[in-house]
């Protein structure tokens, strides 16, 4: 059994846990949060830690998963990769390009393994749109747009979210998403051109045009909908022969030869050993738990969503798109 220590036990924390529940071969042996409530309603029999620190001191487990507000990422990562071989640590990496560069020289130090949460490099629809794009069997992309609008988070411990000094804010908590699926598909833009609306943190949207040799990408992020707004995660790449459009649930595909839906495997849990359930209801975050974890028992490299990935997409973010 793979032994799972879980640092930070609020919204992203119950949804890591609810993953290492339903995987085979993989216990949840330690949690920690300074809400001892937060920790105790995740723990169903794992051992229970105040803070994060006394779990890496003392829990008796093979890998850390830190879901702690982004600017206690670097401080606990990094006595994480002291403790076991297994890091995975929530985007954003870290709240600054010099803590992530502070992840990187303690991994050279120790040998870590370091994957970070960018998650929409495992989410079905966005894995598939991968695959068709580097198939070329639609031809090369034209054009695409990647949106991402939500109402305000106000789920966070202390209200960390919307105290840009902890969070980064908008861009870097929930832009960053699909600009990291953006540079791991499409690499580097030539040129770009962003915006930031600065009305108030709250309201804040980020607009970014990528130009590439061959197309241009959109990039539209923001949190700032009113709360009767739903979330919506979309995109509409448009290829030489075809359009793939992913919105209002539905994934589509557009040809001259008319419009079909693109069929996705939904795996039931109960079908893979855990608990019953439908798989799509842990989205891509079991998906990203499921490669981790495999990594980890097979003593593998992780080669997906790594430490270079996600400081390179937050590099990008606050020189590039940002600076
Ligand atoms: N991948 C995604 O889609 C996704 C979605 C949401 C959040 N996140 C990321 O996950 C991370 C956590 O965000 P969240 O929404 O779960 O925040 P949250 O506020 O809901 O949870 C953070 C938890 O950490 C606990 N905590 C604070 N200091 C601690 C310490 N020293 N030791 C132990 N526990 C401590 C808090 O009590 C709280 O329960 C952030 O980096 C965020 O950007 C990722």
């Known amino acids: 059994m793979l032994k799972v220590g879980l640092i ?14 339903a995987l085979e071969g993989v216990t949840l042996a330690a949690v920690a949060d300074i809400r001892p409530e937060k920790a105790a309603q995740l723990a169903d029999g794992a051992e229970i830690f105040g803070d994060g620190k006394e779990l890496i001191e003392q829990a008796d487990v093979d890998i850390i998963d ?38 990187k020289a303690k991994q050279m130090e120790t040998g870590a393994f370091v994957q970070v949460g960018q998650v929409i490099r495992f989410w079905d629809e966005y894995v598939a749109l991968r695959d068709i794009v ?15 609008i939500s109402p305000s988070p106000d789920w966070g411990w202390n209200n960390w979210l919307h105290d840009v000094s902890l969070s980064g804010g908008a861009a870097q908590d929930l832009h960053i998403h699909d600009v990291d699926f953006v540079l791991s598909l499409f690499g580097e833009p030539k040129t770009l051109h962003s915006v930031r609306n600065t009305l108030s943190e709250k ?15 959109t990039v539209e992020g923001t949190w ?3 709360a009767s707004h739903p979330f919506e995660a979309t995109f509409r790449v448009v290829f030489e022969k075809a ?15 008319g419009v079909e839906e693109i069929k996705i495997e939904k795996k039931e849990l109960s079908a893979m050993g855990g608990t019953s359930g439908n798989i799509s209801d842990l989205g891509g975050y079991y998906n990203e738990l499921y490669y981790f974890t495999e990594c980890a028992k097979n003593g593998e490299e992780i080669k997906q969503a790594t430490l270079a990935d996600g400081s390179a997409s937050l590099k990008f973010l606050l020189e590039r798109e940002l600076g």
Not at 8 to 21: E, L
Not at 203 to 217: E, G, R
């Open 8 to 21: 930070g036990c609020g919204f992203m924390g119950t949804m890591h846990a609810n993953c290492y529940k």
């Open 66 to 103: 830190i879901c702690l507000p982004t600017y206690l990422h670097a401080e606990y990562a990094l006595l994480a990769m002291e403790k076991v071989r297994y890091v995975f640590v929530e985007k954003p990496v870290t709240l600054t390009i010099a803590e992530s560069e502070l992840l």
């Open 134 to 148: 580097r198939s070329g069997k639609y031809g090369k992309v034209v054009n695409a747009n990647f949106r991402r």
């Open 243 to 257: 359009v793939v459009e992913n919105a209002g649930g539905k994934f589509m595909l557009y040809t001259d030869g």
């Open 224 to 226: 700032g909908l009113p």
């Open 203 to 217: 309201n804040s949207y980020v607009n970014t045009l990528m130009q590439y040799d061959d197309c241009a990408i």
